[in-house]
């Protein structure tokens, strides 16, 4: 059976001082190599290591086979085969960078192919400790892998940039500032993610400022900064946890002040000190959740939800770094999928909690329409119709007897004398007078009338279905039962007549017209000494 890896790989100790291609190739050097199991490549310190490649079996040039080094991102690799007077050099960045294939690994073409036990050499140096994995491949291979690997990236970056603008859209539209920090949180991924996968090579500055390795610190402190200020107020720590905010918040100016240093030195503890403030940071925001998820806040749990993912990969990359357990290759490509799954997740939340809060107000707000508009459509003091509301049933029915030929009447009805109860009792009593008025005419009225306070002390009455004689005599049993005792109000007895004036809806008459001709027969009530009923026309006056 083949091999799995078709090459055994050996490194020469660091400590070589002759590091030409002549003292690698030497016989003296071949002994001081030793071997390493795996095709893995981790490469500590910052000095260059030379690694030996030698193939088991024959690789066929046919196929056109790769040498493929995984993670390329702070690694420069130069490929040397005997025999080259040059070696092939590869970086990310750089005047070595590749731009024939995407940033996921560094690839040097092995056109010949390679003989069982033919070596080739490979310097590299590392600035980074995630491991790279090495692997000959045909081009075909590489191609395809390239295209999935972008494909993922634009998933990723698309879905961030997405939910980074969403957040800035949530931070102007409902005036909450806490949703900018995570749009900060987001788009500072965005650029980690663009630089690791090499976006800013072609341009020289941005390969410069892609690969200071400032540029990490700042980016990954400004995100942590950012992602505990949206902490702070997506839970509303302040007021619910006021000492984890504390602690927070001293976190927040450590690591504030390593940001601040960072711009102009770099102590080999600077990312050491920061990972142990990261920590103690994941600790607290975890405690803040879990107590927050115990007082059933549900945001709690969709932010726990969201960011437990990155949480546990940055916990492993910190422990991979301070060397607790392997840098697992694994966390690369974990990294973006647990970033863009926070930012996901958190989109969603936002959508649910949004959309109870938005359904909440919607029905909060019919309610307050409904009782408003209730409010709105009666008198306050009497308890009938207000004028606005009595003038739409009356164009609803007005529209109803034109459009059923049925006959409709429409009374005025007129206190008498009113100022004088005003005058003699006082307001209070005018008032509820006018209530006993609205309550002995309401009583006696059919379900289909319809009463209504036009002003004053004067009312309105509809009366759908009905012709003049019947109003007529409707209006006078009305009067009648305000006639028939004194109102007793406070201890006073007090008599009240009414004036009505009726009319009866003409062929086609606007129900302005048919109030005008009712408000003439009131006039006329008056005119003729009050305490009476007038139809609109003279004939049908009905005399107390
Ligand atoms: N208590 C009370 N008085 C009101 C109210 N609205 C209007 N008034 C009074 O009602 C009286 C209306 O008087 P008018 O209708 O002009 O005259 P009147 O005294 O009723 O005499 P006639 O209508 O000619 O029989 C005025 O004195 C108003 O101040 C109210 O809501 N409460």
């Keep these: 059976a083949q091999p799995a890896v078709p090459f055994e790989l050996a490194l020469l100790p660091a400590d070589v001082p002759d590091q030409s291609y002549q003292f690698v190739r030497s016989p003296q050097a071949q002994t001081l190599f030793h071997a390493v199991p795996g095709a893995s490549i981790l490469v500590r310190g910052r000095q260059a290591r030379w690694w030996r490649l030698t193939a088991l079996r024959d690789i066929d040039p046919g196929g056109s086979p790769q040498l493929v080094m995984s993670h390329p991102f702070l690694k420069r690799m130069e490929v040397w085969r005997p025999g080259d007077s040059l070696g092939v050099r590869r970086a990310l960045y750089g005047p070595d960078s590749d731009l024939s294939h995407s940033a996921l690994s560094h690839v040097v073409p092995l056109p010949q192919g390679l003989r069982a036990g033919e070596s080739v050499y490979l310097r590299i140096r590392s600035s980074s400790n995630v ?152 600790a607290t925001i975890v405690l803040a959740c879990v107590r927050a998820i115990g007082e059933r806040r549900p945001e709690a749990f969709i932010l726990l939800a969201a960011w437990a993912p990155l949480m546990t990969v940055l916990v492993v990359r910190i422990g991979g770094q301070a060397k607790w357990w392997p840098n697992y290759e694994w966390l690369r490509s974990a990294y973006p999928w647990a970033v863009t799954f926070g930012g996901l997740a958190l989109l969603w939340g936002f959508t649910h909690q949004h959309g109870a809060i938005l359904r909440s107000a919607v029905r909060q707000l019919s309610r307050d329409r409904d009782s408003a508009r209730q409010r709105a459509a009666y008198d306050g003091l009497t308890g009938v119709l207000a004028r606005p509301a009595f003038e739409d049933a009356l164009a609803t029915a007005v529209a109803g007897a034109h459009a059923s030929g049925r006959p409709l009447c429409a009374a005025f009805i007129d206190v008498d004398r009113f100022k004088l109860v005003n005058d003699a009792y006082g307001h209070a009593i005018g008032d509820e007078v006018l209530r006993i008025v609205a309550k002995r005419v309401g009583n006696r009225l059919r379900a289909d009338d319809c009463l209504g306070r036009y002003g004053g002390d004067e009312m309105v009455l509809l009366l759908p279905n009905t012709a003049l004689v019947e109003a007529l005599r409707l209006a006078d049993q009305l009067r009648q039962a305000i006639v028939a005792s004194p109102f007793a109000i406070d201890g006073a007895l007090i008599d009240i007549d009414l004036s009505l004036g009726v009319a009866q809806l003409r062929a086609g008459e606007p129900a302005v017209e048919l109030l005008k001709r009712a408000d003439s027969a009131l006039y006329a009530s008056k005119r003729n000494g009050r305490g009476r009923v007038s139809g609109d026309e003279e004939w049908t006056q009905v005399a107390s």
């Design 131 to 282: 491991v790279s994995t090495l692997s000959i491949e045909p081009l075909a291979a590489v191609y395809a892998r390239d295209g999935a690997y972008n494909r993922m990236r634009t998933f990723f970056l698309t879905a961030l940039g997405v939910v980074a603008l969403l957040s800035i859209g949530f931070s102007i539209s409902l005036r909450q500032r806490g949703y900018s920090y995570l749009a900060a949180t987001l788009l500072t991924q965005v650029i980690t993610l663009a630089i690791e996968g090499g976006d800013f090579r072609a341009n020289p500055w941005l390969s410069a400022i892609a690969t200071d390795r400032r540029t990490a610190i700042l980016l990954n402190t400004a995100a942590v900064l950012a992602s505990v200020r949206f902490l702070r107020f997506f839970l509303d720590l302040p007021a619910t946890q006021p000492r984890v905010t504390r602690a927070l918040d001293a976190c927040s100016a450590v690591l504030g002040t390593l940001l601040v240093v960072s711009v102009f030195h770099i102590w080999p503890w600077t990312s050491f000190f920061g990972n142990g403030v990261l920590l103690i940071v994941i």
